[in-house]
């Protein structure tokens, strides 16, 4: 291709996913599509970087270092490195990653990478970009990692973050080799606690087992070993954890790291201690503000600066946290206009970058506070199309999926308005003839969005087509037509112009589902061709092998009116249509002039047909035309592939999922130029589209969300054609410029569209009138249209049917009335006849379905009415069907398997039941094993028969036969089976079962024990069920006879019936009765007709039953049926009266009285025969009562004995079964151990396998510290051999001018660190650290050229020497700062190898300690085996165990034998009794002690009594009372005396207290008044303390504001003190360091005196 050059980009446009990343203090880099996309944050300027391979996959940057790195998407990635701004590669990175890297990390303060890829490697490696080796690596499990950090104090350690888990990894080197260990961070769980890690026990601790069994960790309880076994937690013990979101590490190394729970944490690195910082429950001590409290989610990005942390969330806030000690204090906070996603900092720390999931981006400078700007605006997600504006050649137009409209520049990209349709998209296309465009959108409907106005676009208008979505739109060359397309093959003709209201014209049916559309307008013939690819097979609808290409006549269509049928549906006369078929299916097709080119996704290749000459043919001709490719082309790698045509029809464009888009000439098919526009791994390019001019084409990416545009650069053999294609994009502008201004004009007239009073399925050339009707409509009426209304999301061809439909209801109103009432009056009709029907006879009446004229509906109905029926039996047949089988399943396996079924006997007066024991035959299986079992058990009886005979010869028989005997005893066996049937002469000794098989064995053997105690249960069961069968068969029969007694003694009382139970005739459940079923039987036809002839059998059975009973007939009327009188009839005979009772008593004569008297002597007889025949019944039916009472209870009573006897069987089964619970859980806690024992000795096989790999490499890393210890030493000899050699290189200059320059020579200059951008970042010192030690050197000599000057030159020295001194002093240097380097690297190494040789004691240790815990087991195993666990019978009262719980500790017990018990209790019993007697015989004579005490201190308390009241008399004196009342002789005077005072005085005391009274009310009063005073004075001062306690609060705030400035300023003071001090000291170091070295040289000076070398002798 001669005339095409190449392809170039323009600009890049888009977002693809959240990662902002800076290159510099001012410029930010993201990744879009198959581009790196550089933004001025400050001017928003833009530059692109292209990826040099397919894709960009994992990316990062370093503002620090001025560079970035990204990784491609193809198997086996590579690494690219770029610096800033030269964009140049400094280095290509290739590891063994096959598939890709999940992430990137830059370290700024060294030429390190560390990346991550996925599976199958899931490796971290590290590398040295600048060298472009390959560090070290170390293998990953689990997921992927998401996110890596450096951190920047300290390179050596890396932040790993994957979905749920932290790993921190240190990164250890020793010269050149680096090893990277990983260090995996505990994340608490979601509720902040620690989740506890399960250590597992030691079985050293302790050498006394617990009542149950050694204790093993849960993993060998598991039965797990290996790698499962080290990571196995149990289910009850999993938490979950939570997850981090952000990480951001601090200047101390600490890692702050946020959850998404809302959780921030704080990691120290080193000791991987987590300390919760915030809790989402807790609040924020600092402030109430909603702004600034933290809520879940609160965490999502983090970043750090001048030790503030800065944390943004989902509820789009933006904090500023200060950290105190464990405490978080929100500083400040501000409101985002939407959620940020990701923030970080300039390298500078003055700009903050927020980034948002929308595809927004703002500044923000907190330092300066200044405003949040908005630099980027892209918006997000995945293009769908892209289309220039055709009115305006300048800008173009995009849309995306989520209904996102964009208008760009075409010269650089920028963004001019937007508009958000809040719609799924699917197509979009832009008009020729006025400025707007047509979206199409998954639910089917049209959008037209004018844009006159490009700053705020908006949507004036919505036609809803299909209830699919629109896949194609259209426009003519001509801007006549706009086409739509969809998967249900119709397309509907519009009219492009807004002056017609974008008329719906009509729709055309396609032979298929539509997959591309192409149009070809010719302005001379004023024909519009449409080519339409279809697909027939409705499977794949994305490709197609039948074309149809259609002729709209423009003039035709816009102006006549009657080119569609009543539904809208373009008629055949105004378009002429032509088939073709294709060999192959076709994925894309464009139509040019007399051409047709598709792309074959089968063949991958571009093909171009001819249109035959006879292309227009009439549209009923629907023979398709064989279609041949003319010429092919290779195509795309990747498909399916588009083509687009450009608008001058001489280029062809064909974009694939390849990414590539490739230019050619039409003629020329086979050359082509191509450009790789966006990555085939993102599924390639979407759509592509030429702008007017044809030089400039536009291309979405399919999943990348990037928009690029790229220029067509045409050689100068081309020029003529790129002119050529100019002006025909202008000449066609140009011819539309006056229909674009009058339809502009009219576009802008629109209003905007409102879905809420709009319709949307209305437009210009649909108008529908309402119909009214005036007659009221019936309610069949009223039912059939409200059937035919529309739906609210009918398509405007549904509103055309519906519209149709209306129309004819109209039309036809009038004669669908008359129908009603024609059939009102014939239903009315025949009616009236059915009533007269019913009155007639039965003869003359006529059969139903005689009315019914129509016969076919009736007929349809009974076959409906027959087929549901069918159905639903035949539904009820298939659940009956399952129900059986279900019920065959159960009866199988739960009753027909029993060889003992399960059943019970209830008593005859009780609620007591005893059930048996359900038991399954044994199997064949079972068997064998228990006969395996009894022969291997009699071998090894007779084995030890024996062994035993033996030791009884040498032992005396008694004792022997004593302990045999004990042996023996249900006490120490452990149960009392063989008392209840379950003997078995093969079980082992309880005390001998140490080994497994012998406990498998036993377990065997107890299983028939408890088989056998079962068995001998249901023996005795079932002898009692047959007993209560025959007591229930012989009191049916006495019951019989007491019926027939009393029906002779006519007694009507209900006797007791005793039956069997449900639960003692279980097989009753299996059947059911008649009597069970509620519901009416379903008869068959053939069960009914069988049980007719059943009935009339019967009937004719009876008949002759009748004839033969004749002669009984007889006999009953002339003897009563019988020939002979019963003795049982006497109750009933009666003695005949005669006749002539019927006579007065006056009229018998003498023969009538005698025979009176006989009748009566007769009847007197029969009346005491039928009395004693009466009591004889009773006694016999008391007896028979009695009987029955006494047998059933005798039946109670053994059945009370057959519920002991179940009782103590089931206490037996227990006890047996307890057996074999003790000894499973015997084995399991072996295997357990066992397991335990597999795992310890793989994890000491393991241990021993790394033991030996780290002595290896600590033997290599010895070896290689010895050798740089020699470099080392060799290296200091040098530079001390420099110092000793000063002189002597100089021994041509004079003493005292040599002594200056050894002072000058020792002299170093302080360096001065050089201020970078890197000044004002935390993170400076930690660069100042990783520098490379070139750095400092260059350093050193610079500040030495400032020492090299002449004018430090001595005074008399010539300048030949100076500057040879110079060099020596260079060298000397050079070779100082050579011994630092090796001296740290050396130390480094040192300490490199110091923590392998931990390693490896570790390593020993751990081998120890598996050793030693392997032995413990095995001895806690033997001791286990040894140690058996028996079950012993003891009585109650025999033991002596306290039982605090249910289930007694018996692990201090000990079992003694009962006479040892016995003779201590004896022992006891007497001694007490001794006791006893002593302790009588003491307490009598206590007694009689203590009475005798008793009377002495009653006889001196007596005594003293006496001495007391003689001293009272004759110590009492005698007053003037006394001498009163000894003389007075009546004493009623002075009683009346002392009276009168006595109220003299109480009155005087109550006028006393009225007067107090009054007093204290006068005092009461005056205090009121004074209190009400004192208030009024309270009130005043109140509100003057509320004045003085505000001036006091402000002048307080002035003296703590002046306090504060007076402690800043003594700190200020204070820390220049500090730094005085501190620079005093780092001066005195100096100066001793420099003594310090002189003395050192001095040293050597004197030991090469004393000592001299080899050299020195040679040299003197």
């Known amino acids: 291709m001669d005339v095409l050059g190449n392809l170039e980009v323009r600009w890049v446009q888009g977002f693809t996913n959240g990662t902002f990343q800076f290159v510099d203090k001012k410029t930010a880099c993201y990744t879009c599509g198959n581009f790196l996309?550089?933004?001025?944050?400050?001017?928003?300027?833009?530059?692109?970087?292209?990826?040099?391979?397919?894709?960009?996959?994992?990316?990062?940057?370093?503002?620090?270092?001025?560079?970035?790195?990204?990784?491609?998407?193809?198997?086996?990635?590579?690494?690219?490195?770029?610096?800033?701004?030269?964009?140049?590669?400094?280095?290509?990175?290739?590891?063994?990653?096959?598939?890709?890297?999940?992430?990137?990390?830059?370290?700024?303060?060294?030429?390190?990478?560390?990346?991550?890829?996925?599976?199958p490697d899931h490796t971290i490696t590290l590398w040295n970009w600048e060298t472009m080796s390959q560090l070290c690596s170390h293998p990953i499990c689990g997921e992927d990692i998401t996110a890596l950090v450096f951190n920047p104090m300290n390179w050596c350690q890396i932040c790993a973050v994957k979905s749920k888990a932290l790993t921190i990894w240190n990164v250890e080197r020793c010269g050149d080799y680096h090893l990277m260990n990983p260090s995996a961070v505990d994340l608490p769980a979601t509720d902040g606690s620690a989740i506890d890690c399960d250590a597992n026990p030691s079985q050293m601790l302790s050498g006394k087992l617990t009542h149950f069994s050694p204790q093993m960790p849960t993993s060998a309880v598991a039965g797990l070993s290996g790698e499962k076994a080290d990571n196995f937690v149990p289910l009850k013990r999993i938490k979950t954890k939570l997850c981090p979101s952000a990480i951001c590490w601090s200047t101390s190394s600490d890692l702050y790291v946020g959850c998404k729970e809302g959780f921030l944490l704080c990691v120290n690195p080193d000791t991987l201690f987590v300390s919760v910082l915030y809790k989402p429950q807790t609040e924020v001590t600092s402030t109430d503000d909603s702004e600034r409290s933290l809520q879940e989610g609160s965490f999502q990005s983090l970043t750090l600066q001048d030790c503030n942390l800065f944390a943004a969330g989902i509820e789009g806030i933006l904090r500023k946290i200060q950290m105190k000690g464990n405490k978080l204090e929100v500083v400040e906070s501000w409101a985002l206009d939407e959620a940020a996603s990701a923030i970080c900092f300039s390298p500078d720390g003055e700009t903050l970058l927020l980034t948002s999931n929308t595809g927004c981006v703002y500044r923000f400078k907190p330092v300066l506070k200044d405003k949040i700007v908005k630099v980027l605006d892209v918006l997000c997600g995945d293009f769908v199309a892209v289309a220039p504006i055709y009115t305006d050649r300048s800008i173009c137009l995009s849309v995306r999926e989520a209904g996102d409209v964009q208008l760009w520049v075409l010269d650089d990209g920028q963004c001019m308005g937007s508009i958000s349709l809040k719609t799924h998209v699917t197509s979009m296309a832009c008009c020729l003839v006025a400025q707007y465009v047509v979206i199409g959108t998954a639910t089917g409907d049209v959008l037209f969005v004018e844009m006159t106005t490009k700053q705020k676009p908006r949507l004036v208008h919505r036609v809803h087509f299909y209830h699919v979505p629109v896949d194609h739109l259209v426009f003519d060359q001509g801007g006549n037509f706009l086409i739509t397309g969809a998967s249900d093959s119709r397309m509907f003709v519009l009219n492009a112009r807004p002056s017609k209201g974008f008329e719906v014209i009509g729709w055309i049916e396609a032979p298929g589902a539509i997959v591309s559309l192409s149009t070809q307008y010719q302005k001379e013939s004023g024909q519009v061709k449409v080519l339409v690819l279809c697909s027939k097979t409705g499977r794949e609808i994305n490709e197609g092998n039948v074309l149809l290409l259609l002729t709209l006549f423009v003039q035709q269509l816009t102006d006549s009116t009657s080119c569609v049928d009543v539904h809208g549906r373009l008629l055949k006369d105004v378009l002429h249509s032509c088939l073709y078929e294709l060999p192959h299916t076709l994925c894309s097709c464009v139509l040019a002039t007399n051409k047709i080119f598709g792309y074959c996704q089968q063949r991958k290749v571009l093909q171009r047909f001819s249109i035959p000459e006879s292309g227009e043919k009439p549209s009923n001709v629907q023979e398709p035309v064989q279609l041949i490719p003319e010429e092919e082309a290779a195509g795309h790698f990747l498909s399916p592939a588009f083509l687009q045509l450009s608008p001058h029809q001489g280029w062809l464009a064909t974009v694939g999922r390849d990414g590539l888009l490739r230019i050619c000439e039409i003629s020329t098919m086979d050359r082509c130029v191509h450009l790789q526009c966006h990555s085939c791994w993102q599924d390639g390019v979407g759509s592509v589209c030429f702008t007017p001019d044809s030089q400039t084409l536009i291309t979405t990416g399919l999943r990348d969300g990037s928009l690029v545009c790229s220029r067509l650069r045409l050689k100068l053999s081309g020029a003529g054609k790129a002119a050529a294609a100019t002006q025909y994009g202008q000449s066609i502008a140009d011819s539309f410029e006056s229909v674009v201004s009058s339809e502009n004009t009219v576009l802008t007239k629109m209003?905007?569209?409102?879905?809420?009073?709009?319709?949307?399925?209305?437009?210009?050339?649909?108008?529908?009138?309402?119909?009214?009707?005036?007659?009221?409509?019936?309610?069949?009426?009223?039912q059939e249209e409200n059937y035919f209304a529309s739906p609210t999301s009918s398509t405007w061809l549904d509103g055309k049917f519906d519209a149709v439909l209306q129309e004819e209801i109209q039309q036809y109103a009038e004669t669908k009335k008359n129908l009603r009432r024609n059939i009102k009056v014939l239903r009315d009709k025949i009616k009236a006849m059915m009533e007269e029907n019913e009155?007639?006879?039965?003869?003359?009446?006529?059969?139903?379905?005689?009315?019914?004229?129509?016969?076919?509906?009736?007929?349809?109905?009974?076959?409906?009415?027959?087929?549901?029926?069918?159905?639903?039996?035949k539904e009820i047949e298939m659940e009956n069907l399952a129900k059986c089988y279900q019920r065959e399943v159960l009866k199988r396996e739960f009753w027909d398997s029993m060889q003992v079924k399960g059943k019970a006997i209830k008593a005859f007066h009780s609620e007591n039941e005893v059930k048996n024991y359900p038991m399954k035959?044994?199997?064949?299986?079972?068997?064998?094993?228990?006969?395996?079992?009894?022969?291997?058990?009699?071998?090894?009886?007779?084995?030890?028969?024996?062994?035993?005979?033996?030791?009884?010869?040498?032992?005396?028989?008694?004792?022997?036969?004593?302990?045999?005997?004990?042996?023996?005893?249900?006490?120490?066996?452990?149960?009392?089976?063989?008392?209840?049937?379950?003997?078995?002469?093969?079980?082992?000794?309880?005390?001998?079962?140490?080994?497994?098989?012998?406990?498998?064995?036993?377990?065997?053997?107890?299983?028939?024990?408890?088989?056998?105690?079962?068995?001998?249960?249901?023996?005795?069961?079932?002898?009692?069920?047959?007993?209560?069968?025959?007591?229930?068969?012989?009191?049916?029969?006495?019951?019989?006879?007491?019926?027939?007694?009393?029906?002779?003694?006519?007694?009507?009382?209900?006797?007791?019936?005793p039956h069997l139970t449900d639960n003692e005739c279980p097989e009753r459940a299996l059947t059911v009765t008649d009597s069970e079923i509620k519901v009416e039987k379903y008869l068959t036809p053939e069960q009914k007709e069988k049980e007719e002839n059943l009935r009339e059998e019967d009937k004719r059975n009876m008949l002759a039953a009748k004839s033969d009973k004749m002669r009984d007939q007889a006999l009953n009327v002339m003897m009563g049926g019988v020939l002979e009188l019963k003795k049982e009839d006497v109750l009933k005979t009666e003695v005949p009266q005669p006749e002539f009772m019927s006579k007065p008593e006056i009229q018998w004569t003498?023969?009538?009285?005698?025979?009176?008297?006989?009748?009566?002597?007769?009847?007197?007889?029969?009346?005491?025969?039928?009395?004693?025949?009466?009591?004889?019944?009773?006694?016999?039916?008391?007896?028979?009562?009695?009987?029955?009472?006494?047998?059933?209870?005798?039946?109670?009573?053994?059945?009370?004995?057959?519920?002991?006897?179940?009782?103590?069987?089931?206490?037996?089964?227990?006890?047996e079964e307890l057996k074999i619970a003790n000894l499973v859980h015997s084995i399991q806690t072996e295997e357990e151990i066992l397991c335990r024992e597999k795992q310890l000795s793989l994890k000491l096989e393991k241990a021993r396998i790394i033991k030996n790999e780290i002595g290896e490499e600590l033997k290599?890393?010895?070896?290689?510290?010895?050798?740089?210890?020699?470099?080392?030493?060799?290296?200091?000899?040098?530079?001390?051999?420099?110092?000793?050699?000063?002189?002597?290189?100089?021994?041509?200059?004079?003493?005292?001018?040599?002594?200056?320059?050894?002072?000058?020579?020792?002299?170093?200059?302080?360096?001065?660190?050089?201020?970078?951008?890197?000044?004002?970042?935390?993170?400076?010192?930690g660069a100042l650290l990783g520098t490379a030690p070139s750095d400092g050197l260059s350093l050193m000599m610079k500040a030495m050229e400032e020492l090299d000057v002449p004018e430090n030159m001595p005074e008399g020295l010539d300048p030949v020497i100076w500057e040879r001194f110079c060099l020596a002093r260079r060298a000397k240097v050079e070779s100082e700062q050579k011994v630092k380097l090796k001296a740290l690297t050396l130390a480094e190494m040192q300490a490199f190898f110091q923590r392998r040789t931990d390693e490896d004691e570790n390593a020993q240790l751990e081998i120890k300690n598996l050793i030693d815990e392997l032995n413990g087991l095995c001895e806690e195993k033997m001791r286990f085996r040894l140690d058996s666990m028996v079950q012993i019978l003891l009585q109650q009262g025999q033991v002596e165990v306290e039982a605090g719980e249910f289930i007694a500790d018996y692990?201090?017990?000990?079992?003694?034998?009962?006479?040892?018990?016995?003779?201590?209790?004896?022992?006891?019993?007497?001694?007490?009794?001794?006791?006893?007697?002593?302790?009588?015989?003491?307490?009598?004579?206590?007694?009689?002690?203590?009475?005798?005490?008793?009377?002495?201190?009653?006889?001196r308390m007596e005594l003293e009594d006496l001495s007391n009241k003689a001293r009272d008399i004759q110590t009492l004196r005698i007053t003037q009372e006394i001498q009163d009342y000894l003389t007075e002789t009546s004493n009623d005077n002075m009683v009346s005396k002392h009276l009168t005072t006595l109220e003299r005085t109480i009155d005087l005391q109550e006028t006393t207290h009225q007067k107090k009274i009054e007093t204290c009310k006068k005092q009461i009063k005056h205090l009121n008044r004074q209190d009400a005073q004192m208030q009024e004075k309270n009130a005043a001062l109140d509100l003057r303390m509320a004045d003085m306690e505000i001036t006091v609060a402000e002048r307080r705030n002035i003296v703590e504001a002046v306090a504060m400035g007076d402690n800043k300023k003594t700190e200020a003071e204070k820390?220049?003190?500090?730094?005085?001090?501190?620079?005093?000291?780092?001066?005195?170091?100096?100066?001793?360091?420099?003594?310090?070295?002189?003395?050192?040289?001095?040293?050597?000076?004197?030991?090469?005196?004393?000592?001299?070398?080899?050299?020195?002798?040679?040299y003197n």
Not at 840 to 845: D, I
Not at 1164 to 1189: F, N, P, W
Not at 1631 to 1636: L, V
């Open 921 to 1057: 035959e044994r199997t064949e299986k079972e068997l064998e094993e228990l006969h395996r079992v009894e022969t291997t058990r009699q071998i090894e009886q007779e084995d030890s028969q024996v062994n035993l005979q033996e030791e009884i010869l040498d032992t005396i028989s008694g004792e022997k036969r004593e302990e045999t005997a004990a042996e023996d005893s249900p006490a120490l066996t452990g149960g009392l089976s063989a008392l209840y049937g379950g003997i078995n002469p093969y079980l082992y000794n309880q005390f001998n079962l140490h080994v497994r098989e012998q406990k498998i064995n036993q377990i065997t053997l107890l299983k028939d024990v408890i088989y056998k105690v079962k068995s001998t249960f249901n023996k005795e069961f079932e002898a009692i069920y047959k007993q209560k069968e025959q007591e229930i068969n012989r009191v049916r029969e006495k019951k019989k006879r007491i019926s027939e007694i009393m029906t002779e003694l006519d007694l009507s009382e209900t006797l007791w019936e």
């Open 37 to 119: 996309v550089f933004l001025n944050v400050e001017t928003k300027t833009r530059k692109t970087l292209q990826s040099p391979a397919s894709g960009i996959g994992a990316f990062t940057a370093s503002g620090h270092r001025r560079c970035l790195a990204f990784s491609d998407l193809r198997l086996n990635p590579s690494i690219f490195i770029y610096n800033y701004p030269e964009l140049e590669l400094m280095c290509e990175l290739k590891g063994t990653t096959k598939l890709g890297y999940t992430a990137l990390a830059l370290c700024d303060t060294g030429p390190y990478l560390v990346s991550s890829s996925s599976i």
């Open 1260 to 1325: 290599k890393h010895r070896e290689t510290v010895d050798e740089f210890r020699e470099v080392y030493d060799n290296t200091v000899a040098e530079d001390k051999l420099l110092d000793k050699g000063f002189r002597k290189e100089f021994y041509d200059i004079p003493g005292h001018i040599i002594d200056q320059l050894y002072k000058l020579y020792k002299r170093r200059p302080r360096v001065q660190k050089i201020k970078t951008q890197t000044e004002n970042n935390p993170f400076k010192e």
């Open 1615 to 1658: 820390n220049y003190q500090d730094i005085i001090l501190r620079k005093k000291l780092l001066n005195i170091v100096g100066a001793q360091s420099e003594e310090i070295l002189v003395l050192r040289a001095e040293v050597e000076k004197l030991r090469m005196k004393n000592f001299p070398s080899l050299s020195q002798l040679h």
């Open 839 to 873: 009155s007639l006879a039965n003869m003359e009446k006529l059969e139903q379905q005689e009315f019914n004229l129509d016969v076919e509906e009736q007929q349809r109905l009974q076959l409906e009415g027959k087929q549901e029926v069918t159905r639903v039996r």
């Open 1150 to 1215: 003498e023969e009538e009285r005698k025979s009176f008297k006989e009748f009566e002597k007769k009847a007197k007889e029969l009346r005491e025969e039928q009395e004693k025949y009466r009591k004889t019944l009773e006694t016999e039916m008391k007896k028979l009562l009695t009987s029955i009472k006494e047998a059933t209870q005798m039946f109670d009573e053994r059945l009370a004995k057959l519920f002991e006897r179940k009782v103590k069987s089931e206490m037996v089964i227990y006890q």
């Open 751 to 782: 209003t905007d569209w409102d879905s809420q009073t709009q319709s949307f399925t209305r437009c210009a050339s649909f108008h529908t009138e309402q119909v009214n009707f005036n007659e009221k409509m019936s309610h069949d009426a009223e």
């Open 1451 to 1499: 692990t201090d017990a000990l079992l003694i034998h009962r006479g040892v018990i016995e003779d201590l209790n004896s022992t006891i019993r007497a001694v007490g009794d001794q006791k006893i007697a002593s302790m009588v015989e003491c307490k009598d004579f206590r007694k009689g002690i203590i009475q005798q005490e008793w009377d002495h201190r009653r006889m």
